[in-house]
């Protein structure tokens, strides 16, 4: 059961228009937002956004509510699990990373990353599904859909190097212990880039010196899985 301030707590922290900016554009007008619904297809925009008052409204489909209602709509969720992805502290949050009896098993897993013929590197899936009928199993679903991914390397930063990263779930790299990339919350496929030069000092690099590269992945959605990593990060090249 989920107690009510768990659920405040929610809607006090996700944002309505952030988090349905991630599934349809929309334009601040006044006080509110606007933007073609999500729910149904039309041309002319008729979704309004009340960030005030944390509410949504279609006049073209009459879909309306809050942020978790959204949630649930979109994601096809139970009201358990809308409220359930958003971490409530650093402490439920870090278990997602760390090894915890009896809430999350650690398996090894090789992702092997191909050489598109011009100095980049990349591994793509539009069904990453790496850990199906281990751990916990797939709890009556056909895929095991809760898992995250870590990986922890170093690399010698030449200059000219790209990290790229496209998906629906969660991912965050991290560059000499900086944050490099966030995709962070619930959001439908996005692209992230980091040009490793143009951000050298804010991550705090110079060419010739070598450096910790830490990625974290978090699977969040039910019904797909995109992965897909493009690198020119000699870190990454097998071989």
């Not at 309505?16 to 900016?21: A, P, Y």
């Not at 008052?53 to 942020?67: E, H, P």
């Not at 994601?75 to 090894?99: I, K, R």
Request: charged fraction near 20%.
């Amino acid at each position: 059961m989920i107690k009510d301030a768990s659920v405040q707590r929610v809607l006090e922290a996700a944002r309505i228009e952030d988090v349905i900016s991630g599934y349809t554009s929309l334009r601040k007008r006044g006080v509110t937002f606007s933007g073609l619904c999500p729910f149904h297809q039309e041309k002319t925009p008729s979704f309004s956004v009340n960030a005030d008052k944390g509410l949504y409204y279609c006049f073209g489909c009459g879909a309306k509510g809050d942020v978790i209602t959204f949630v649930r709509e979109m994601e096809h969720l139970d009201f358990v699990g809308a409220v359930e992805p958003h971490t409530t502290g650093p402490a439920e949050f870090a278990q997602w990373y760390h090894d915890v009896p009896g809430v999350n098993m650690a398996f090894p897993y090789t992702i092997s990353l191909a050489d598109d013929g011009h100095g980049t590197f990349g591994f793509s899936s539009d069904a990453f599904f790496p850990i199906d009928g281990k751990g916990f199993g797939n709890e009556g679903l056909a895929h095991n859909f809760h898992f995250t991914t870590e990986v922890h390397t170093t690399f010698k930063y030449k200059g000219g190097e790209i990290f790229r990263f496209t998906g629906d779930d969660d991912l965050w790299l991290f560059i000499n212990g900086k944050l490099a990339i966030d995709l962070g919350g619930l959001h439908p496929q996005l692209s992230s880039e980091v040009n490793l030069d143009a951000k050298a000092a804010e991550l705090g690099i110079v060419k010739g010196g070598t450096y910790k590269m830490d990625i974290f992945h978090a699977e969040r959605h039910t019904e797909d899985s995109n992965f897909k990593v493009e690198t020119t990060i000699d870190c990454f090249i097998i071989g």
